[in-house]
């Protein structure tokens, strides 16, 4: 009783288990079999086609490029098009194989006597490469060409690559060489020499798309567009890769592709939380940062997926912000999101946060968590924000206003005499209003009348002038100069100060004289001595001087502390107010025209040196540019 059930159990497991054998792959059932069905790779087919036309056939061809894109595939339909007998037995070389022939069966189901594959990644040695090349003695058997392939043919050792390098130039008629390799750098010279070149590209991933429509149409199997589009951009370019994560995914589905399983199935980050954290940097909403950093860890999210997914959107924006007229595309259900973000952030800040995505993948591994890493990586961009940067509760990015001023501060800002007045501000800066800036005069001009110092309020967020408070000794007492004079009035509001002092005025002259003293009595030093080089000075008065630099680093407090003390010690106890804008004339400046100055003219004493010149015209000497240095 006991053996009848068993006994019938057996053939049915044995059924089973054919039945599931018998499943073939998508990536090798939908394998091209012509180059009409050729996905992708139109540059490369339109060569080989026409050759296969004209009759100028090569002898040996590369084909080269990433995985999956159709190496050997291109490599098998070339074999067939030269070898297809058509249908009637009485074809010839063709570009469009017939496929029903003897021949063209033999090479799909490769059992093709005349055509040889050899893995080049497990026969690398010469004694392998020996004996293929033993049969090119031989004229092919069944075919009309013998095609010997070598897959990744960079393996090989030196030694292989020169045993075929002679019969590689010169083989039999009958022969055809083609060699796949996805890294043409480690193929020697000699060997790239002897072949035509083909790169097949990486697929686009609208291509991906579009072909596993039809392959799924053909399959009767349900997708929805969000799902295959997921597929296409995890397939980074491989076609075969495509159809393997389909062939994945229709399992995982249970016969069928939805976005959401697909999603969980590559650990892919939705969308929608890249937007939440791309909207929150935006506004500099620091708790939405950190509460979307946690509900990714929470859910089990990719720390990696997560920075992937927004340096593709990211990408988008960038080119939206650089080119408006770029059309969304309006099937993609992202591109309305994502012209609203890039409308929203700016596009410097755009730009930073794409870097800061791209290096902060490497920096995942470094990290003892991947979400604590994933959470300072998004945090960088906020440290990273303008000061003068203020967000706000309803979202709006646009207010752009200057920072408080703390009370000690404020302590320091004393207003000047009884003939201040208030600089009216513009709403907008116009671009007119820099057409009256004077170009920069030769140091050596000097004893020229006084420019007046124009002030051109901005209502961006240039920095505000820091003022310090002056000493309790004042032993400097000279006389206001009238441009000076007139211009005497205190910055209210944050303003970008254009000098138009003319750059040989008697204050410029007297500002150079004294940073050279200060210097020469090593009285400043690091960022002190850097302000008083690069500073100019456009308003002396008793008690008060007022600087200009171009750089706002060099206008901070602890240096202009540093540099009024100097000034203190060496005889000038005034007070210092620095402001940043448009210098014409400073110590840095001079330094450099001097120095250049005496550089042309040792150029100009060695070229008119007879003895040069003669050299020069006799034995065709030249002067290596760099080598002549003035002596001090």
């Known amino acids: 009783m006991r053996e009848g059930p068993s006994a019938s159990i057996v053939p049915k497991v044995a059924a089973f288990r054919i039945q599931d054998m018998s499943y073939l792959v998508l990536a090798r059932k939908y394998r091209p079999h012509n180059f009409e069905e050729m996905v992708g790779q139109e540059h490369v087919v339109g060569a080989l086609s026409n050759a296969l036309k004209s009759g100028r056939l090569h002898h040996a061809y590369l084909f080269t490029g990433t995985r999956g894109v159709g190496k050997t595939t291109v490599s098998r339909i070339l074999a067939k098009s030269l070898n297809c007998q058509g249908p009637d037995g009485l074809g010839g070389v063709t570009d469009q194989p017939c496929g029903v022939c003897q021949a063209c069966k033999d090479i799909d189901s490769g059992r093709f006597v005349d055509y040889t594959e050899l893995d080049a990644a497990s026969n690398r040695g010469v004694d392998e490469v020996q004996a293929l090349l033993e049969q090119a003695a031989y004229k092919p058997v069944q075919g009309r060409f013998k095609v010997f392939m070598i897959d990744e043919v960079h393996m090989l050792t030196n030694t292989a690559f020169n045993a075929m390098l002679k019969t590689l130039e010169e083989p039999p008629q009958y022969l055809k060489f083609v060699l796949a390799t996805t890294d043409p750098q480690k193929v020697p010279v000699t060997v790239l020499s002897r072949c035509l070149q083909f790169n097949l590209r990486p ?10 429509g039809r392959v799924l149409m053909v399959e009767g199997v349900q997708a929805q567009a969000g799902a295959l589009r997921l597929l296409a951009r995890a397939a980074r370019g491989s076609m075969r890769d495509a159809l393997s994560l389909t062939d994945q995914a229709i399992a995982f589905g249970g016969g069928q592709l939805d976005e959401a399983s697909v999603r969980v199935m590559l650990g892919s980050v939705d969308r929608g939380y890249v937007f939440r954290l791309v909207d929150a940097l935006a506004r500099g909403d620091g708790k939405t940062v950190i509460e979307t950093s946690e509900t990714l860890r929470l859910n089990g999210l990719s720390a990696a997926s997560t920075l992937e997914e927004m340096a593709a959107v990211l990408q988008r924006m960038a080119v939206l912000q650089a080119v408006p007229q770029v059309l969304v595309d309006d099937t993609d259900p992202d591109g309305a999101e994502i012209s609203r973000l890039a409308e929203m952030m700016p596009a410097d ?21 991947d979400y604590a890493a994933l959470t300072m990586v998004l945090l960088r961009l906020l440290a990273f924000k303008p000061k003068d940067f203020k967000a706000t509760d309803a979202g709006d990015t646009s207010e752009r206003v200057a920072p408080p001023v703390s009370e000690p501060e404020k302590k320091k800002l004393r207003p000047n005499s009884g003939r201040e007045q208030a600089a009216t501000t513009p709403d907008r800066w116009q671009p007119g209003l820099d057409k009256a800036v004077v170009p920069t005069l030769p140091p050596s001009a000097g004893g020229q009348d006084h420019a007046q110092v ?92 007022q600087l200009c630099v171009e750089r706002e680093s060099l206008a901070q407090p602890g240096s202009c502390e540093r540099l009024q003390a100097a000034l203190e010690a060496n005889g000038h106890a005034v007070q210092l107010s620095v402001t940043v804008g448009a210098v014409s004339d400073s110590p840095a400046r001079r330094n450099a025209a ?39």
């Open 594 to 632: 001097r120095a250049e100055e005496k550089q042309r003219a040792a150029e100009k004493i060695i070229l008119d040196d007879p003895f040069v010149q003669s050299m020069m015209k006799d034995f065709g000497a030249k002067i290596v540019t760099g080598t002549i240095q003035p002596i001090s």
């Open 349 to 369: 800040e755009t730009q930073l946060l794409y870097s800061i995505c791209l290096h902060g993948r490497a920096e995942l591994g470094l990290a003892p968590d």
């Open 454 to 545: 124009a002030v051109k309020p901005f209502a961006g967020s240039a920095p505000t002038a820091a003022r310090l408070t002056p000493s309790a000794s004042e032993s400097e007492s000279e006389a206001p100069t009238p441009a000076a004079a007139s211009d005497d009035r205190q910055i209210a509001e944050p303003a970008l100060v254009v000098a138009q002092a003319d750059s040989g005025s008697p204050d410029n002259e007297f500002w150079y004289a004294t940073v050279q003293q200060l210097i020469a009595n090593e009285s400043v030093t690091a960022l002190a001595r850097e302000l008083a080089l690069q500073s100019q000075l456009i308003s002396r008065q008793a008690h008060q001087w």
């Open 203 to 212: 697929m686009a991933p609208e291509t991906v798309l579009e072909h596993l």
